[in-house]
């Protein structure tokens, strides 16, 4: 088990591995990822060098864009296909 | 029947729900757009075919898997995330901020799809402030709980 630290100087190095366990556990987060589930809710990493993940990813990036612009046009809640037509 | 969820109206509902979501669209079984959250077609048809394109190609990249063929899909980019939820008749995608709970975003697809397919509609509870700030009425008080209010009791007593 490891050993509490403690005192001011180990109460610091706490907070400062918290911290550190923060950042990295943001930038993991912010890493592009396919993320498959099954029917239970089981998920699977699509791994970086699995057939088709790349092509996941640009999918993604321009569904990403898609929005964007329908964010930035402002546009009104629509319907079915048809809708605005 | 009256509040039942039709297709068209199933993108739009799923972004009414979530906060996060920017755009989302419905596709059939045979793959062609039934909703969409925008009221540009243009758009709303290519943000179809590419919900599409990404189970087939998640499909594609899954086929050695010894399971079931995905129900969901996520995908993490830089500017925001996509979801994906299916069932054997429809197909429903959206588009997340980023930072959406990936959790949540799946549960509304899943809940959102359930309503579709003749599930129980989703209660959408009411935000307490919002609800304070409507002017009460002796009726509604009546009709909201049966508990009587601290306070007016006494006030009664007084005059």
Known sequence: ?85 | MAGTLTPERTATRLCELSSDARAAVLLDAAGALAGSSDSDPERGRALGDLARELFETVDRATRDWDTEPAEQVEVQVPGGAAFASRTPRWTLAVVARRGALSSLMLYDLRAVLAELEGGPPIRVATPAKEAASRRASEEDAASESPVPELGRDADREET
Do not use: N, S
Request: avoid cysteine; hydrophobic fraction near 35%; charge should be positive.
């Open chain 1, 1 to 85: 088990m490891k050993e509490r630290r403690r005192g001011p100087i180990g109460r610091a190095a706490d907070l400062a591995e918290g911290v550190a366990a923060a950042v990295r556990r943001m930038q993991r987060e912010r890493e592009p990822r396919v993320l498959v589930y099954d029917q239970t809710g089981y998920a699977r990493l699509l791994q970086p060098e699995a057939r088709g993940h790349e092509r996941i990813l640009e999918i993604g990036e321009r569904m990403v864009q898609l929005a964007a612009g329908e964010d930035a046009g402002g546009g009104a809640r629509g319907g079915g296909p048809e809708a605005g037509a």
